[in-house]
């Protein structure tokens, strides 16, 4: 089975732009086929690159950063900061007397900000009604389909300290 | 007028092939979403066979294409 067509004796242009209907259709069929197939090689190159990224992985290093002070926030109460750099915005939410969460507020799908829903206990997102579990930051509404990254949370001589970051987006 | 049953014949053999390369992107377009869903969610593990069979859909893509390159070849040109 020949894989290649033969060349042809004639210019390319003459091949390309046939004079004849009949030609014609062949000439559009195999032009688009050809296109389609470029398409795959980038779908293929996409590929290629996510896994490029995920074979070269930088482990990413964190500062301890001071949120807030323990009992500073009531029950259901929340808190912005920044973590890590100062371009990344957080949320931190007091789930119950003993009990705080801190997540990325950058909304999985489109990165509006999130914010904290006393009333049905969930983080909301207000751009497209995307909604998250305070528990684990787990997508439970809209279209969100990653669940918010998390902040590590220590408490150090009655200080709620920052100490890193799960599930951060690359 | 008469209609060359061999170049209709060609006509519909490459419209069957170009339906098949359009599924196959499809699914492509899909793994490639899906894959990227997955790392940017810290599954890296995902990346390796999305890569291994968005490769092999490509490779089905080329031989197709290779395929209605040569129909063409035949119907066109008598080769």
Known sequence: ?170 | MSVDPRQTRGLTVIDGAMVLIIVLLIVQMWLLSATLEAFLAGHREAALPGAIISGLLFVACLVLYLFVDRVDSEVRRGE
Not at chain 1, 2 to 15: E, G, H, T, V
Not at chain 1, 29 to 46: H, I, P, V, W, Y
Not at chain 1, 110 to 125: D, H, I
Not at chain 1, 130 to 137: E, N, S
Request: hydrophobic letters at 40%.
């Open chain 1, 1 to 170: 089975m020949k894989w290649f067509r033969r060349p042809s004796s004639a210019p390319l242009w003459k091949d390309e732009f046939s004079v004849f209907t009949a030609d014609e259709r062949y000439v559009n069929r195999r032009q688009f086929t050809k296109f389609l197939t470029m398409t795959s090689f980038a779908m293929f190159a996409g590929n290629l690159w996510v896994l490029a990224r995920s074979l070269v992985r930088r482990a990413p290093v964190y500062p301890a950063q001071p949120v807030a002070a323990l009992g500073e926030l009531p029950v259901g109460g929340s808190k912005t900061f920044f973590y890590p750099t100062s371009a990344e915005p957080c949320i931190l939410v007091r789930t119950a007397a003993e009990s705080y969460a801190a997540y990325s507020q950058k909304c999985t799908h489109l990165s509006c900000a999130v914010y904290y829903e006393k009333e049905s206990n969930r983080l909301a997102c207000p751009c497209h009604q995307g909604y998250f579990a305070v528990v684990d930051g787990a997508p439970i509404q809209g279209p969100p389909q990653r669940a918010l990254p998390r902040v590590r949370l220590e408490n150090k001589d009655g200080q709620l300290v920052a100490t890193g970051m799960e599930g951060e987006q690359v």
